[in-house]
């Protein structure tokens, strides 16, 4: 079945470094593939999605492009800020519509 | 704020009690879904729930018990949990099952924080 696996954490950076966080996927077909973002003390809520090969999702700064040569997602941020510390969750969808997320990463920003 | 409202935030239950936790979307979404979240785990999903009825019950233990009276409301009755089932508790909803599938997305609400002593 359809399924991520994502880079484990956690990740820490210093304010204004670059960030990458690695997503593979494998599946039948080619599902819309989504990031979630998990703040302290709250639910996931989506960051950013592509529907089909070579789309760019694009959201807060965060960017990930839809490869489907490499079967990859990566999530990538040119700037960090300490606000961005949070949980990080790559997911795409079975066939019968159930989101199957990643195991999380996540990233710590320091001033 | 998300449209999907959890309460209560925080629960203390001890093993012998019964407690729930209620979920509510203000969306208009058909499907709705209960996931638990644990340390170190990765997200679990227990229940689904479409145009409400049950659709996925993911070999969760009899003492968590899903109800959903309405598309707009789902709970899940606890009952003689066990210290493991300390978790959060996230609810979610999307238009229906096959949201994601047409890159629609799940909406999440805060969780519920339990801790079952």
């Known amino acids: 079945g359809n399924s991520v696996t994502q880079m484990e954490g956690p990740v820490t950076l210093s304010e204004e470094a670059f960030l990458t966080i690695n997503c593979t996927y494998t599946a039948t077909g080619y599902p819309s593939l989504f990031w979630y973002v998990q703040y302290p003390g709250e639910g996931l809520q989506l960051l950013l999605k592509a529907t089909k090969a070579d789309d760019k999702g694009s959201n807060k700064g965060f960017e990930a492009t839809y490869r489907k040569e490499t079967t990859s997602f990566h999530l990538e941020k040119g700037s960090v800020q300490v606000s961005d510390s949070a949980v990080y969750f790559c997911?795409?969808?079975?066939?019968?519509?159930?989101?199957?997320f990643g195991a999380g990463t996540q990233v710590v920003v320091t001033p | 704020e998300t449209g999907v409202t959890q309460t209560p935030r925080h629960l203390v239950m001890g093993m012998t009690n019964k407690k729930s936790l209620k979920c509510e979307q203000h969306l208009g979404h058909n499907a709705m879904y209960w996931y638990k979240q644990s340390a170190k785990k990765p997200l679990e999903l227990m229940f689904v729930?479409?145009?409400?009825?049950?659709?996925e019950n993911n070999s969760v233990p009899s003492r968590f018990s899903p109800e959903c009276p309405n598309s707009s409301h789902l709970f899940l009755h606890l009952h003689t949990l066990q210290p493991e089932d300390s978790a959060l508790y996230l609810c979610?909803?999307?238009?229906?099952?096959?949201?994601?599938?047409?890159?629609?997305?799940?909406?999440f609400g805060p969780g519920t924080r339990l801790t079952v002593l």
């Open positions: 997911a795409l969808p079975d066939s019968w519509g159930k989101l199957q």
């Open positions: 979610a909803s999307s238009q229906d099952l096959s949201a994601v599938i047409t890159s629609d997305t799940q909406y």
């Open positions: 729930y479409n145009f409400k009825e049950q659709t």
